[in-house]
Nanobody, 122 residues
Framework: QVQLVESGGGSVQPGGSLKLSCARSGYVSRRCGMSWHRQAPGKERELVSSISVDGTTTYVDSVKGRFTISQDRARTTLYLQMNGLTSEDTAVYYC????????????????WGQGTQVTVSS
């Protein structure tokens, strides 16, 4: 049984910072990466950042230079440090993990957390 639980969300003023955490329980293949997604009101869910098994990271253009994704060595906890927050960052943030498919030898986005609300307002 795989479970992802986000924490660290809340309300912050523009320019503030938050650090989100995602705790993983149950087995998730260490051959696959993890990621953060967000969904703002009235908008589609988007990939915010990802981190691969070798530590390679990606970021959506809108958060580059402000957000940093990281994980512990055991890859049981995923983090998203968010700095310089703006109202455009207001969204529900979701942690996600891939499932390794032995049949095809690839990873597929499978596991999702329940989300944590981030609200940026004056």
């Amino acid at each position: 049984q795989v479970q992802l639980v986000e924490s660290g969300g809340g309300s912050v003023q523009p320019g503030g910072s938050l650090k989100l955490s995602c705790a993983r329980s149950g087995y998730v293949s260490r051959r696959c990466g993890m990621s953060w997604h967000r969904q703002a009101p009235g908008k589609e869910r988007e990939l915010v950042s990802s981190i691969s098994v070798d530590g390679t990271t990606t970021y959506v253009d809108s958060v580059k230079g402000r957000f940093t994704i990281s994980q512990d060595r055991a890859r049981t906890t995923l983090y998203l440090q968010m700095n310089g927050l703006t109202s455009e960052d207001t969204a529900v943030y979701y942690c996600a993990a891939d499932q390794y498919l032995n049949s095809g030898g690839y990873c597929r986005l499978t596991y999702w957390g329940q989300g944590t609300q981030v609200t940026v307002s004056s």
